[in-house]
């Protein structure tokens, strides 16, 4: 099993802050999704990285694939209470299964 | 509504007595899995299921057993639940490349006392 490490762990911020969430691992993934849960709800798919340096937005959330697809951020602006959530990470190697990083609980205060 | 569905969603139970956790998709994805989610440790798979019939161990399958004898269904049992069992347990479904989005079920919170 691959590991990938989110940073940070915890995360509380005022609304209309800035803020990057990070995943590494000292592996090369093939493709890696980002996914977010809320309470009492499964994780819900945000993007899939695929080609190293791909940079994809979603409104106001930018995902960046490393160039060596070992990592990725999460970038978010201007943040909202809505985006509340635990933010997690997995990545895709050779086989079928992916590997969770642990995940970025966010706290966005109004 | 394309989705995931898993039963029952909470449930207290005492050690060793048999239980199932049921799961259905509807969206005739070959790709099934069970995961267990615990605080400080993230989402862990228990079990996977690349067709029917066709069933391998994830990371932590100790103490599970599970088939798939539809490819709608994967139920997760566990035979003799054991205290270390407590956790949050989601089922998801997907397309069989790695790439592709995985859709989760809403949870299934297992008590074992």
């Known amino acids: 099993t691959q590991l990938l490490e989110q940073s940070p762990q915890f995360l509380s911020i005022q609304e209309g802050e800035n803020l990057t969430v990070y995943c590494n691992s000292s592996?090369?993934?093939?493709?890696l999704q980002w996914y977010r849960q809320e309470p009492g709800e499964g994780p819900v798919l945000l993007v899939t990285?695929?080609?190293?340096?791909e940079v994809k937005k979603l409104k106001r959330l930018t995902f960046q694939f490393g160039d060596a697809r070992k990592d990725s951020s999460l970038h978010i602006t201007a943040a909202q209470p809505g985006d509340t959530g635990l933010y997690l990470c997995?990545?895709?190697?050779?086989?079928?299964?992916?590997?969770f990083g642990k995940g970025t609980s966010l706290l966005v205060t109004p | 509504e394309a989705q995931v569905t898993q039963n029952p969603r909470y449930l207290i139970t005492v050690t060793g007595k048999k239980l199932t956790v049921t799961c259905s998709q509807n969206?005739?994805?070959?790709?099934m899995s069970w995961y267990r989610q615990d605080p400080g440790l993230g989402l862990r798979q228990i079990y996977y299921?690349?067709?029917?019939?066709?069933?391998d161990k994830g990371d932590v399958p100790e103490g599970y057993k599970v088939s798939r004898k539809e490819k709608r269904n994967f139920p997760l049992i566990l035979e003799s639940p054991s205290p270390n069992q407590t956790s949050l347990y989601f089922c998801?479904?997907?397309?069989?490349?790695?790439?592709?989005?995985?859709?989760f079920g809403p949870g299934t919170r297992l008590t074992v006392t």
């Open positions: 998801a479904s997907r397309l069989m490349g790695s790439s592709y989005e995985q859709y």
């Open positions: 997995a990545g895709a190697s050779s086989g079928y299964a992916l590997n």
């Open positions: 990285v695929v080609t190293g340096g």
């Open positions: 969206m005739n994805h070959e790709y």
């Open positions: 592996s090369v993934f093939s493709s």
């Open positions: 299921s690349m067709n029917v019939e066709v069933t």
